[in-house]
Each structure stands twice: as structure tokens, then as C-alpha cells.
């Protein structure tokens, strides 16, 4: 099994290595376009800006590579927010994997969303053998919508997105790296049953 | 919902886990690696490491430590101690720290929160304030671990840090620290009232009431501790069935 973790100007990559090492598979960090190509998994992950990382994804065409992927693919965090249509952050477009927006919560709560938080209306391999409403970890000021692809929903000032999937492109706005046995399970998933 | 967070915090020395009661007498309890880890098993939501060493070769150490942990545990973690340039965040950052701790460091140069929250995103920064009420009724702000006070007041202070880009507030009541008398749950409301990013209240942990009153009238969004949790005064899984039973949102 051969894991590429997206390599770019994001924070704390290391983690999703980490956690991947844990469940007992190696990974590389990479931006090597045919090691990217030729790998089995695909992690997307993120932390940052989104308009300065589609502009940095732009320059080393990633962008592109990443919609052409046709094997698994994970997006987490940022990661999923990059894959959506557009985002309110910066008013940049993103690679457009599932056409939904990015917007920006209305400060009715403390923004940014941090913590732990439930999954609801889970659907897809992703969540396989999860128990109901099981708490993931959150950080993030920005929220995709909800659509027809949403695997899963949350709700925090309003009803959003934690996770979403079309065809290979699965994608999560908490971090199962970071989201204890239950992330565990979602990575494993991801992994194994993909 | 969005869960209350049981953060136990673990003050790190040489290589090992210490707990200082009122700021100075030192007792060691263990591998931190090892007693982060037990904490993830029994329910922690999050972890704070804090380096209490100063010395250039020790912080190496602690840098080294940071990975390890991040290898190990399965939760967020923040750390802190002595993160006085951007370069020390950067090197906890790709140790695998997920959120850093400043204290000191803001205080003396408010524009560290400001250059930090840019370089890596406000949710990497928690600023933390050790602060004390005195005699004329008001907080003021202390650094270098509770020796200097400040020209600063506490509400002010905590103001300014959210709109430099902290992305959260972690609250020291020097009057409350090491006590096991309750956390200063009126401080922390008109704390959570100003401000709209989370507030993490620290310091006077000794029962489990002093949880609910915490995370009720203290408005706080986490609760950090030390010794009860060390010492196994109290166990993790009991607080959170007892908040649980008390209506508070626990994961």
C-alpha cells in the first residue's frame, strides 16, 4: 500500500503521517507529481489560508493533478474545503471536486469552531462500524454547505458539511488525525475499505 | 453539540513531568509521554505541555519530546514555555505541536501574536494569562511564571490578544492556583463575555463541582488541571460521567 500525503505550505502535516503510522502504514510526503500519480492513497490534509494555498496549488499545478486523481483521495480540513467550488476566504475559487460553496460562519458563537463536536446522518465507508453520533475534533472558521454530497453533517451555528464524497474524493472538515479512536476508525476506513 | 473540553496539563522539566503548587515547590510524576497517553485512553479532549526549563540545550530536548508525543498521542496538543520568536513556533510546529502557548512573550511584545497568528493562523495561538486580583479590585496581568507584575489589566489585555489573532485565552487566577478551592468563575464570565474566541480557565481545580461551576457560571469552553489528575484525586472518566450527570456537554 503506497500513501502519498500532499506535501504543500500547510500547517502540521506531520500529524497525518503520525496517525497513518499508528494504524501501521507507512506514508510519503510528497509534491512529486508521478509519485502522487502512481500512489494508492491520496491524503489531502491543511491547515492555512485558502486563497494563499490555491494560489501555491495553482503555481505547481497541483490543483489540477488532484482532479485528475482517479484513485482514493482524502481531504481533511482545509483540504476539503479546497476541493469544494469557491471560498468566502480570500473570495478565491478552489479546484472544484463537488460543487459546493465555502462560506464564512456568522459570529453568533465563538468563531473559530474548535473542539469536539458530533457526526450526524453519516453515509459511506468512511463512517463503517462507527457508533451513532460520534464526537470528532474541529477547527475552523469556514464551513461548506450542505449538498447532495455531504457524508456526513454538524451542527454549529448553522447545519454544515463535516464531511463529503463524490466518486473517489472523500473529504472531512474535522481532523481524524487528531480525533481519537473514532478518527482512528475513519482513517482506517479510508485506508482499508476505499 | 459542541463538548466542554477536560484538558490536563503537564508541566515538563528535564525530560519529565513536574507539577509546581502555587508557582514554586516542584514534585515529579512521571514520563510525559506516557501520562499524555493514559490521559487520550481516559477521555482528555486535549493536552497542554508546558516547558518550564530555560536553557538552550534543555529546550532541544523539549523539542525533541514534542515529537514523541506528537508520534504517540491521538488528540490535539498544545505547548508551551519560552516561545519568545517566530523560529521556536516553527520548530514546535513541524515537531508536530498543534497549537503553541505564549505568555510572556506576548505580554513584553504584543505584536508576537500579531506575527504568529499570520505566519500560521490564529488557531495555532493560545494566549495565556497568569493574572491576580489585588488590593484596589482589579486583575492585573503578571509574567515570567507569576514573579512580575504588570502595567496591564487583565480584561483589557485578554481584548487586545483576540484582536491581534489569538485564537484562544488560556486564564491563570494567580489568587486561585493551588489552591483546590474552585476555579474564578467571575473573572472567567466577564472574560467570555468580551471576548468571542474560547476561553480555557485554569488554576483552583479540587472537586468536581468545581467543574460544573466552571463550565456554568464560569462560562468557560475547557477546564485545564494538573495535580487532581496526576495524583488521581480525580479520575478523568469520573469527572465526565459526573458533568454528564450535571447537564454539561461532554464528549
Known amino acids: 500500500m503506497k500513501i502519498a500525503i500532499l506535501k504543500y505550505n500547510a500547517g502540521n502535516i506531520m500529524s497525518v503521517q503520525f496517525a497513518l503510522k499508528r494504524l501501521g502504514y507507512n506514508s510519503e510526503v510528497t509534491d512529486n507529481e508521478s509519485i502522487i500519480r502512481n500512489s494508492d492513497r491520496v491524503i489531502f490534509p491543511g491547515v492555512g489560508e485558502a486563497a494563499t494555498t490555491m494560489d501555491y496549488l495553482r503555481q505547481r499545478g497541483l490543483d489540477k493533478l488532484l482532479k485528475e486523481l482517479n484513485q482514493p483521495v482524502l481531504g481533511i480540513c482545509l483540504g476539503l474545503q479546497l476541493m469544494c467550488s469557491h471560498s468566502e476566504e480570500g473570495n478565491t475559487n478552489c479546484i472544484g471536486i463537488f460543487d459546493v460553496p465555502v462560506l464564512k460562519f456568522l459570529p453568533s458563537l465563538n468563531v473559530p469552531h474548535m473542539g469536539w463536536n458530533t457526526l450526524e446522518n453519516m453515509k459511506g465507508i468512511l463512517f463503517e462500524k462507527l457508533t451513532p453520533l460520534p464526537y470528532v475534533y474541529f477547527v475552523h472558521s469556514y464551513y461548506a454547505a450542505l449538498s447532495e454530497n455531504t457524508a456526513a453533517s454538524c451542527k454549529y451555528i448553522n447545519e454544515f458539511s463535516a464531511s463529503l464524497q463524490k466518486d473517489n474524493f472523500f473529504a472531512t472538515q474535522f481532523h481524524p488525525e487528531k480525533s481519537g479512536d473514532t478518527g482512528h476508525l475513519i482513517l482506517q476506513n479510508f485506508i482499508e475499505k476505499s | ?251
Not at chain 2, 515547590?25 to 497517553?37: H, R, S, T, W
Not at chain 2, 496538543?77 to 512573550?105: C, H, M, P, Q, Y
Not at chain 2, 502595567?151 to 488560556?170: H, M, N, P, T, Y
Open chain 2, 1 to 251: 453539540m459542541l463538548a466542554k473540553r477536560i484538558i490536563p496539563c503537564l508541566d515538563i522539566r528535564n525530560g519529565q513531568t513536574v507539577k509546581g503548587v502555587n508557582f514554586i515547590d516542584i514534585k515529579e510524576v512521571g514520563d510525559p509521554v506516557e501520562l499524555g497517553a493514559k490521559y487520550a485512553r481516559e477521555g482528555a479532549d486535549e493536552l497542554v505541555y508546558l516547558d518550564i526549563t530555560a536553557s538552550h540545550e534543555e529546550r532541544k530536548l523539549f523539542t525533541m519530546l514534542v515529537k514523541r508525543i506528537a508520534q504517540h498521542l491521538n488528540i490535539p496538543f498544545t505547548v508551551g514555555g519560552g516561545i519568545n520568536e517566530l523560529s521556536d513556533a516553527d520548530s514546535l510546529l513541524s515537531a508536530g505541536a498543534d497549537k503553541i502557548s505564549i505568555n510572556s512573550s506576548a505580554v513584553l511584545n504584543p505584536d508576537f501574536i500579531t506575527d504568529l497568528a499570520t505566519r500560521f493562523g490564529s488557531q495555532f495561538v493560545v494566549c495565556a494569562v497568569d493574572a491576580k486580583l489585588e488590593s484596589d479590585g482589579k486583575w492585573w496581568v503578571y509574567i515570567n511564571g507569576g514573579r512580575k507584575k504588570m502595567d496591564k489589566e487583565l480584561f483589557s489585555w485578554v481584548k487586545e490578544a483576540q484582536e491581534r489573532g489569538a485564537g484562544e485565552i488560556l486564564f491563570t487566577s494567580m489568587n486561585h492556583d493551588g489552591t483546590k478551592n474552585g476555579f474564578a468563575n467571575d473573572p472567567l464570565a466577564k472574560i467570555a463575555d468580551i471576548i468571542s474566541i474560547p476561553v480555557i480557565a485554569s488554576g483552583g481545580a479540587g472537586k468536581k463541582d468545581h467543574f460544573v461551576d466552571v463550565f456554568t457560571k464560569g462560562k468557560a469552553d475547557a477546564a485545564l488541571a494538573a495535580s487532581i489528575f496526576h495524583f488521581n484525586e480525580i479520575p478523568i472518566p469520573e469527572l465526565k460521567s459526573y458533568l454528564r450527570e450535571n447537564k454539561i456537554t461532554i464528549r
